[in-house]
């Protein structure tokens, strides 16, 4: 007797738009969604970093998704909006956010739908995609979270943002 054929895991991904792109990650590196909100700037961080957001007392960097694709950097509008995501990585900043133009819906995908990034190394960096979904008319691009910014560019985040808003000294001996 033949035992069924196990059930594919499905998978959830968070479709978005930036620019004329669409884009997508999955569901389980997305901590929330934000309506956009002012920024606080930071002095002499490069782009693509765009500010920091204050989020429940935790300051929250935030990069601009467009200008980190090499597109023009966005023009807040009514729809745009940071998607709050959690990083796996051994560093100081363990969340990360993402302007982008609009967020579009939640899709269920199967993991056999993801399929490889093509190979473009040297003409461009193809290093932030997890793979491409197939769709009626193209693709979405499917990001990895821990992949947007190099270990280096969030070392040099974290620095920039703790010199700018310290951590609280909670065990500090009174004198």
Do not use: K, W
């Not at 959830?12 to 569901?27: H, K, N, P, S, Y």
């Not at 821990?146 to 065990?171: Q, W």
Request: charged share 20%.
């Amino acid at each position: 007797m033949h035992s069924p054929a196990p059930a594919e895991v499905s998978l959830q991904c968070l479709c978005f738009r930036c620019a004329d792109t669409r884009l997508g990650i999955l569901l389980h590196q997305v901590r929330e969604l934000l309506e956009y909100q002012p920024l606080t700037p930071i002095p002499t961080m490069p782009a693509p970093l765009c500010g920091v957001l204050n989020l429940r007392g935790s300051a929250v960097p935030v990069i601009d998704l467009a200008q980190r694709l090499g597109l023009p950097a966005t023009e807040p509008q009514r729809r745009s909006c940071i998607i709050i995501l959690q990083l796996a990585l051994p560093l100081q900043i363990h969340e990360l956010g993402m302007l982008v133009d609009e967020v579009l819906m939640v899709e269920d995908i199967q993991r056999s739908d993801i399929e490889a990034a093509p190979a473009l190394e040297p003409l461009m960096s193809t290093g932030m995609l997890a793979g491409m979904i197939r769709e009626t008319a193209g693709f979405t691009l499917l990001l990895d979270a821990n992949r947007l910014l190099s270990s280096h560019t969030l070392g040099t985040l974290a620095r920039h943002v703790t010199a700018i808003i310290p951590e609280p000294d909670c065990g500090a001996a009174d004198d």
